[in-house]
């Protein structure tokens, strides 16, 4: 690759990235007003009905296409008669799905004791199939790299999930309407795919090529044993804690955690396909991926810290007094969030690099250590299954993780762990004097304190990285860098 096309590569990742975050901020936006509303409009009961029934759905869901959206993306190379496979494919896997869960939905109730769950489950199997219909569209906009629209696209169904919803719960539907939002998702979502690409199938076939197969395997595989690390939580609380304590534990996981993966989520989306191309040249694909993850690990982590040093007041100002229960649980999973941006992508490093098979025994380690954490931790309600997920995973996981990652290459471990570190000990350095400011009776209300742990956080965090020649050199460069990705500029 020239240095003319390296520069264009990255021009071109900066661009997708500014479009998705331009996408993602108004989605945040309208996750957070999801978050408020619904919980002014809804009991902590309510929640906890969905919250019990969606971690089945998304289990079904896991096999769902077979990683063949990611297998589209990924290849170099890839024909008109293996589309139609893959759609085909996804097509009857995702019809298989729903009957599954159609099916399924007798015992689901038997398991929590509540007869509610049978229609609740069989309501959930909705979008399942459409997204299994969106999935080969939206992996070709993908693969052509159409960022904005695809940013474009997602704001549309988010909005329209969030109507839905909020206009359900506003005319009484109870549960009903955490149920229906989905389902519009789901639905615009389709539409907008289909409307964009004007790809069409060509007559059903049931086989896929091997390798294809291959690689989609390994990834679901992953994503089957990841699974029981992202959802057994919400299971387990909700059979031994009561649909109300999981109605609180839900709520403390949407604040925090789901507008990280409004982040990384749609960052993968553009990071796989453009590092993708660039598989082969070890030293542009590490660059791209550190420059990548310091600027994700500035943004994300000293504002997790933040929320999570004042959980009480950031509790109290969205959801009033009466949620004041989730605060312990937020500050648990907010020290669990601190990792999770850096440690989210590194599956664009196995992905790329076509090591989904690396990925796949990663992802029975972690679900393994995650599942014995929430079984220790369960003893002591949500709080503790919260504290045993936050512990195992700094003890646990993330050295495993980076000694896999210098094995696979062409990120090492140090690279890694480097970016975390800085940001951890900005993060205690800035509890510190917060808790100082605390206990001198400095933070007078809610929002003081709110908007002194944003400095605080934000303040330190610049500075030591302002202190380490690695990160230095990231930031430093970055206005040169957006000059060149401006439009209208000499090298645009």
Same mark, same amino acid.
């Given at each position: 690759?020239?240095?003319?096309?390296?520069?264009?590569?990255?021009?071109?990742? %900066?661009?997708?990235?500014?479009?998705?975050?331009?996408?993602?901020?108004?989605?945040?936006?309208?996750?957070?007003?999801?978050?408020?509303?619904?919980?002014?409009?809804?009991?902590?009961?309510?929640?906890?009905?969905?919250?019990?029934?969606?971690?089945?759905?998304?289990?079904?869901?896991?096999?769902?296409?077979?990683?063949?959206?990611?297998?589209?993306?990924?290849?170099?190379?890839?024909?008109?008669?293996?589309?139609?496979?893959?759609?085909?494919?996804?097509?009857?896997?995702?019809?298989?799905? &729903?009957?599954?869960?159609?099916?399924?939905?007798?015992?689901?109730?038997?398991?929590?004791?509540?007869?509610?769950?049978?229609?609740?489950?069989? @309501?959930?199997?909705?979008?399942?199939?459409?997204?299994?219909?969106?999935?080969?569209?939206?992996?070709?906009?993908?693969?052509?790299?159409?960022?904005?629209?695809?940013?474009?696209?997602?704001?549309?169904?988010?909005? @329209?999930?969030?109507?839905? &919803?909020?206009?359900?719960?506003?005319?009484?539907?109870?549960?009903?309407?955490?149920?229906?939002?989905?389902?519009?998702?789901?639905?615009?979502?389709?539409?907008?795919? =289909?409307?964009?690409?004007?790809?069409?199938?060509?007559?059903?076939?049931?086989?896929?090529?091997?390798?294809?197969?291959?690689?989609?395997?390994? %990834?679901?595989?992953?994503?089957?044993?990841?699974?029981?690390?992202?959802?057994?939580?919400?299971?387990?609380?909700?059979? !031994?804690?009561?649909?109300?304590?999981?109605?609180?534990?839900?709520?403390? !996981?949407?604040?925090?955690?789901?507008?990280?993966?409004?982040?990384?989520?749609?960052?993968?989306?553009?990071?796989?396909?453009?590092?993708?191309?660039?598989?082969?040249?070890?030293?542009?694909?590490?660059?791209?991926?550190?420059?990548?993850?310091?600027?994700?690990?500035?943004?994300?982590?000293?504002?997790?810290?933040?929320?999570?040093?004042?959980?009480?007041?950031?509790?109290?100002?969205?959801?009033?007094?009466?949620?004041?229960?989730?605060?312990?649980?937020?500050?648990?999973?907010?020290?669990?969030? %601190?990792?999770?941006?850096?440690?989210?992508?590194?599956?664009?490093?196995?992905?790329?690099?076509?090591?989904?098979?690396?990925?796949?025994?990663?992802?029975?380690?972690?679900?393994?250590?995650?599942?014995?954490?929430?079984?220790?931790?369960?003893? =002591?309600?949500?709080?503790?299954?919260?504290?045993?997920?936050?512990?195992?995973?700094?003890?646990?996981?993330?050295?495993?993780?980076?000694?896999?990652?210098?094995?696979?290459?062409?990120?090492?471990?140090?690279?890694?762990?480097?970016?975390?570190?800085?940001?951890?000990?900005?993060?205690?350095? @800035? =509890?510190?004097?917060?808790?100082?400011?605390?206990?001198?009776?400095?933070?007078?209300?809610?929002?003081?304190?709110?908007?002194?742990?944003?400095?605080?956080?934000?303040?330190?965090?610049?500075?030591?990285?302002?202190?380490?020649?690695?990160?230095?050199?990231?930031?430093?460069?970055?206005?040169?860098?957006?000059?060149?990705? @401006?439009?209208?500029?000499?090298?645009?």
């Amino acid at each position: 690759m020239t240095n003319t096309q390296k520069h264009s590569m990255g021009r071109l990742a %900066l661009r997708g990235g500014f479009i998705t975050a331009a996408a993602q901020v108004l989605k945040i936006i309208i996750q957070f007003l999801s978050v408020v509303v619904l919980a002014r409009l809804l009991i902590p009961e309510d929640f906890g009905l969905i919250a019990s029934v969606s971690p089945i759905a998304a289990f079904v869901g896991l096999f769902q296409n077979l990683g063949l959206q990611q297998a589209v993306i990924q290849r170099k190379e890839i024909s008109g008669h293996q589309l139609n496979q893959v759609f085909w494919a996804s097509t009857f896997i995702g019809i298989g799905c &729903t009957a599954v869960l159609t099916v399924a939905a007798p015992a689901v109730a038997a398991f929590y004791g509540d007869p509610r769950m049978t229609a609740i489950t069989v @309501a959930t199997a909705l979008p399942l199939f459409l997204g299994s219909l969106a999935a080969l569209p939206l992996a070709l906009m993908n693969r052509h790299l159409q960022f904005g629209q695809l940013a474009l696209n997602d704001v549309i169904s988010a909005a @329209a999930g969030f109507l839905a &919803t909020a206009f359900a719960a506003w005319k009484g539907l109870g549960y009903w309407s955490l149920a229906i939002g989905p389902a519009v998702t789901a639905a615009v979502t389709l539409i907008a795919a =289909w409307w964009t690409t004007r790809w069409l199938p060509g007559r059903p076939v049931l086989r896929v090529d091997r390798d294809i197969i291959s690689f989609g395997a390994n %990834l679901t595989g992953f994503n089957l044993v990841n699974f029981f690390s992202r959802n057994l939580d919400n299971i387990l609380v909700g059979k !031994y804690s009561g649909a109300v304590e999981l109605g609180y534990y839900d709520r403390a !996981y949407k604040l925090l955690l789901f507008p990280l993966q409004n982040i990384t989520q749609p960052l993968t989306r553009v990071m796989i396909p453009l590092m993708s191309r660039i598989q082969d040249d070890k030293v542009r694909f590490r660059d791209v991926y550190m420059r990548t993850n310091w600027l994700l690990a500035a943004c994300t982590m000293p504002g997790i810290a933040a929320v999570t040093c004042s959980a009480e007041p950031v509790v109290s100002l969205l959801f009033g007094q009466q949620w004041l229960p989730v605060a312990p649980i937020f500050v648990w999973l907010g020290i669990a969030g %601190l990792i999770q941006p850096v440690g989210s992508t590194t599956g664009w490093i196995f992905i790329c690099q076509g090591e989904t098979k690396a990925m796949f025994h990663w992802g029975i380690y972690s679900s393994l250590t995650t599942v014995a954490a929430f079984v220790i931790g369960l003893k =002591w309600g949500a709080i503790g299954v919260a504290a045993a997920y936050a512990i195992s995973g700094y003890i646990l996981r993330v050295p495993v993780l980076a000694v896999m990652l210098q094995r696979v290459g062409p990120v090492s471990a140090m690279d890694f762990l480097s970016m975390q570190v800085l940001f951890l000990v900005s993060s205690l350095l @800035a =509890w510190l004097g917060y808790h100082w400011l605390e206990q001198n009776g400095q933070l007078s209300s809610g929002i003081v304190a709110i908007a002194a742990s944003l400095v605080l956080n934000y303040g330190i965090g610049f500075i030591l990285a302002m202190l380490l020649p690695s990160s230095r050199k990231v930031f430093s460069s970055l206005p040169s860098t957006l000059w060149k990705t @401006a439009p209208g500029s000499p090298s645009a």
